[in-house]
Every structure is written in C-alpha cells, then in structure tokens.
C-alpha cells in the first residue's frame, strides 16, 4: 500500500522515479518521522507563481505580448550574467588593499568585458536593448546608471547614460511592476520563463 502511495505522489509531483530507487540513508528524500519511525519522502518544491489567463483587448495587444515575450527570452540570460558578473566583482575588488587596485582592476575587465560581449549585444534590437536595462534592475534591484556609477564613477557613468540615450535606451529608467503595465508584462514572462512555463 505504502509502495503504491509513494509512486502515486512521485507521478503527481513529477519527480523521476530514479528518486525514488535512491537509498534512504543518504537523507536526501527520504526522513524518518520522530513520532512514529516510520519513513517518509520528502519532496522540496520550488515557489510557483500562477497568473491569471491573458485575454488580449486587440491584435496589437496580443503582438505586443508575443514580442515581449521574444525579448525578454533573448535578454534575461544576459540579466543574469550580469547580476552574478557584479556580484562576484563586488566580491574579488573588496579584496583589493587601495583604492587605486580596485579602479585599475575595474578598468581591465570593463574593456575585457566589452571586447567579449559587444559583437553579442550589439546585435540587440532597441527594444531588446530597453528590456534589457530593466531585467537588470529587477535582478540586482539597482538601475544600470546607478551600477555604473557605483563600479565607474559618476563621469564614466554619465557618459555611458548619455551613449545609450543617442539609441534610445535610458540605463535610469524605473523598473516598477506595480505601477507600470509594461513591467508587469515584462516581470510576468520573466517569472514564467524561470519556472519554465513559457
């Protein structure tokens, strides 16, 4: 009977059944229950978000969705890079004893960085480009402006901002999902693709 339960929740929670062949005594899926001795699975199940199902007003609110959806596929691997590449950075220049070592190391990688990703990112659209600024804000909960300022100092930073405004990309723009529609859709699709939904 206990055999048969265990393969039923293992099909309804999509577990592979390789899990279930594991040894109990490694403790990773299975414990014992300090009350009664008997053993027990257990399953760790990420958080999921479920959303409501979209009904789209017009064809061009449907188009804008899609192509959404296309850019923020494209662009938040990219978010992700970069959060972990500031963290880590973070990290390794707090190591550094002076000032000085920090900006010269900072210096190095950002041309190492540039040579490495520009042939990549300069093949973003405007609106991938936009996009972009704001998957970054919702990783690091910082603007791109302010992460430039905080790793390159104010002038560089205003430079960079000025250099993205030519084509249309503002690195100050808010990320506000609760107030704006278009960072909610952004943050929906985001959240979707990271559960693997989308």
Do not use: C
Request: proline share 4%.
């Amino acid at each position: 009977m206990f055999r048969r339960l265990l393969i039923f929740v293992i099909a309804l929670t999509g577990i592979p059944t390789a899990v279930a062949a594991r040894s109990p005594y490694r403790g990773r899926y299975f414990g014992v229950d300090p009350l009664t001795g008997d053993t027990v699975l257990n399953v760790v199940m990420h958080e999921v978000t479920v959303y409501p199902r979209l009904k789209f007003d017009s064809k061009e609110q449907e188009d804008f969705y899609w192509r959404t959806v296309r850019d923020v596929r494209r662009t938040l691997p990219w978010a992700k890079l970069i959060s972990e590449t500031l963290i880590e950075t973070y990290e390794y220049i707090q190591t550094f004893p002076t000032q000085k070592e920090r900006e010269d190391y900072i210096k190095e990688m950002e041309g190492e960085l540039f040579d490495q990703y520009k042939p990549d990112l300069k093949k973003l659209t405007r609106n991938q480009a936009r996009t972009l600024v704001k998957l970054i804000q919702r990783e690091t909960d910082q603007s791109g402006y302010a992460i430039l300022k905080a790793f390159l100092g104010s002038f560089r930073a205003g430079f960079w901002q000025g250099f993205g405004r030519l084509f249309g990309v503002n690195l100050n723009a808010s990320y506000d999902p609760a107030k704006s529609s278009e960072d909610a859709t952004i943050d929906r699709i985001a959240t979707l693709i990271e559960q693997g939904a989308l």
